[in-house]
Structure formats: C-alpha cells, structure tokens
DNA sequence: TAATCGTTCAAGTGTTTAATTGAATGATAA
DNA sequence: TTATCATTCAATTAAACACTTGAACGATTA
C-alpha cells in the first residue's frame, strides 16, 4: 500500500487484535471459551461438550493459543487449557452485548427461545445475594449434574430442563424462582424461564451465570472432596 | 459442523455472536471502524484514509453492515457510513486491551514504537481536563490537519509527525506536553512522545483519544462553518 | 434527456480456513 | 523396556475470503 515503511508498527498491532478477533469468529471456538469460562479442562472433555471431535478440537485450541486467549499445562497424560486472562470474560460479554443490540436476527432468537412472550427482565447478582440472604427466592442451576456439582451458588437446586418437571413440588408457587446456567453464551437459564412461566410460576433469569457470579467474589458452593 | 443457521437456538446465536468478531478479524476493516470512530465518513474518504482501494473498501463496508457494526444513508451521490453503536467503541477497545495483555508480539511493537525507551503511563482524561483548567498543560493534536479542524480538544495545538520540530519554539520546556491522537489504535500519539522525549521535553500520552474524549462528555471545538 | 459521478455488484484468481483421517508424539504404567 | 493412553501433527478436501477488474446501478447535473 502507499504507507510509508514496508512494515508499519500500526499495521503490526492491527494484525494482532485482527487475530484475537479471528479466535473469537468461529462458533466452535466461543463455545470452546464459554466451557472454559467454567473452569479449566483437557482436551477430551472441552470435545465431548462441544460436540467436537477430539482432533478438530485440538486445533481449534491451538488457534485460541496464538491468539493468546487461552494456555495450557500438562497434568500427567492429559494437557489442561484454561483462559490466559479473565478478561476474555469482559471481551465475549461485550461481543454479544453489541450483537444484541445490532443484529435483528439475535433478537428474534431470543425471543424463540422464550416462546414468543415477553421474557421478563434478568435479576442481577446484587439483588440476588440481597435476596438470598432474606430467603426471599428459590434458586435452580440448569446446567448438567456434573457442573452443578463442581460447583454451584450456594443454597440452589439443580434440574436439567429434561428434569424440570421432577423438581417442580419442590418449588414454592409463590416464591420467585432465579434460574442461571453457565453464563450469557449459555440458552438452559432462558429455557428453564420459558417453561416454568407457562406452568404459571414467577420465573426469572439471573444476570450472567455462574463465572460470573464467580468473579464478582461472590460465594460458590463446592463439592467435598 | 452445520452452517444452516438454525438447528439449535444455541448454535444460531453463537453463529451471531461469531459475525461480529468476524466483521472485527480483518486489519483493513479494523482500520474502517478506526476511522469511523472519528465520525461518519463517504466511501472514498475512507478508501483514501485506509489505503484501500474504493471497491475493496466498499467490500469490506458490506461486511461490516452484514455484521451490524456500521450503518449507512446516502448524501446526494455520496454514501456516508457510521458506526451503528457507540458501544463498538468499548468492544475495540476491550480487543486491543485483551491482545495487548496476552500477546507478547504486540508488547515488542508497542516498545518498539517508544525507541526501546520505557514510556511513562499515559494521562487519564479526567487529569488532562482538570490540568487544563489550571492551564498547566500543553496538549498537543498529532492528527492530519483536517481532522484537526474538523474538532479538537480546546486549545490543542496541532502537528503532524513530520512538523513535529515546527511547533517545538512554542513548547515552553518546563511545561508537561499531552499529545493524542485518533484513539487507542492509532500509534501518532506514542511517536510523538517519543520524538519529544528525545529532545528532552516533558512529554506524555493521553489515554484513549479523541473519540474517547467526546465521548465522555468532554468539550470539542469545532471549526467555525 | 443524456451525461456524470460515487458507489456497488459480479466474476475471476490466489490464499486461508474448517473438518476428516490416520499416523506420530510424549508421559505414564506394567 | 514396552504397552497404553491423551493429545498433536500431517495430509487432504471443500468452502470461505481478500483483492482486482470492469460493468451496472442510482442520484444528480447539464
């Protein structure tokens, strides 16, 4: 181009955000972040759960560590990856949070997924911890046993939205439910929201999920050892 | 996986989320959101700022309003395109905070930029506004002149790079210099510093830019129409 | 009405990417 | 050591992308 030095330092440093952009512009690789939001897996368990195959999720990580987006360490046969910075966090909170206020079609998959209604407003997680702390609200982690288990916000039940149905006698009809799952990439919460409201309960969403949470400090419950 | 959008919900709104960190993938069009940031702008002013050429230009122009990014009306002949959102800026943001953290490439560009010297932290703009009131400041534009008077921080002065040493009698020594530029991507402002602190001056950066500036509310003088 | 100007489209070329398969690595356990 | 297991590499195919060129469009002006 007509710059004057063959190699400009600002053509150098738009190239390097380009290629954190890049990691971040295929679904696989979200998807990948958004487990490892939840905390740090191998390389099987990251395939399993997103439906990858181990190879193909391999190099989707090693994209995601030339960008800088996540490291990993070897822990005996398996390698480990993790984010490298709980920024990351901030930065795909961000990218959805302008792709649902600029693309119509983010919007019209949203409200499929509450079934057409108006889905009502999210609760944050002050007003949660506020109401926890009076007992004023049932709340139910939607995610998989497994996660529920390695950790949970204290206090909460736990139901896939398979399972939705079993816990229903154990919720209060005129106790408002709090639903979260893994966080604002993750659909359980809207879902779980969806199917309670037309069984006629007070349902909510909670702001963000669970890494979330975590990372405001807020207490989370751990399974004993 | 399937690029038919929707199978799932979940995976339509990754694919959502994943068009916009695509839109932001690309140098050239990293280089377009830059100089939207500025202000809205016709097709061939931004060709000409970017070094494209005008159909490459108006490609990646398409590309980013698939994504939701930029806007556009037309002017007469003139098609003028504008970021759809303002908080596309703090995305930008976020992305460079993001490489610059984790990616030690963009590290050595940015000290490279510095002459290899240590460059001291920048100003925050809530300092530059309160220093300025106390009039114990220079701050110093190192735009292109038209950007210059197209708006600009009040008693800013302006030079480019290569009139830097013009504007020197003017600099009292004992006076700390704030110079900035476009934003957080444009790198005038980290030379400037450089080539003032060679020649002894007190120089330093001022954070972000000034779209950043506007954008806080703070007051632009704009050229007399 | 026709001519003009800025912008966009359509087609072609060379490069990059995602995903698949099967083989190669590297650490552990027998 | 050898066998085993999780992970990565290498080679392949099909799809997507960046950029160029020249033509087409749409609003203005002559």
Tied chains: 1, 2.
Excluded at 9 to 32: G, N, Q, T, W
Excluded at 192 to 206: D, E, I, M, P, Q
Aim: with cysteine; aromatic share 4%.
């Amino acid at each position: 181009m007509s710059t004057s030095a063959s190699f400009s330092p600002k053509a150098a440093l738009l190239e390097e955000y380009a290629l954190v952009a890049r990691a971040m512009s295929s679904p696989a690789r979200l998807s990948i972040l958004e487990q490892l939001a939840q905390g740090e897996r191998a390389v099987e368990a990251l395939a399993e759960r997103t439906g990858l195959t181990v190879a193909n999720c391999s190099q989707h990580l090693q994209q995601l560590r030339r960008s800088g987006l996540v490291t990993s360490r070897r822990d005996g046969k398996a390698v480990i990856y993790r984010l490298s910075d709980p920024k990351t966090l901030d930065l795909m909170d961000l990218l959805r949070i302008v792709a649902e206020r600029n693309l119509a079609q983010v919007e019209r998959i949203l409200r499929g997924l509450s079934g057409g209604e108006e889905a009502p407003e999210p609760v944050s997680r002050a007003d949660l911890a506020t109401r926890l702390a009076e007992g004023s609200v049932t709340v139910l982690d939607v995610r998989p046993a497994d996660e529920y288990a390695a950790g949970h916000i204290p206090g909460a039940l736990n139901a896939t939205l398979a399972d939705l149905d079993k816990i229903l006698p154990m919720l209060a009809p005129n106790t408002e439910i709090v639903a979260y799952c893994r966080g604002p990439y993750c659909v359980y919460a809207h879902q779980a929201v969806a199917a309670l409201r037309t069984r006629g309960l007070n349902a909510r969403r909670l702001e963000g999920g669970l890494p979330e949470w975590r990372k405001d400090g807020r207490p989370v419950l751990m399974a004993s050892p």
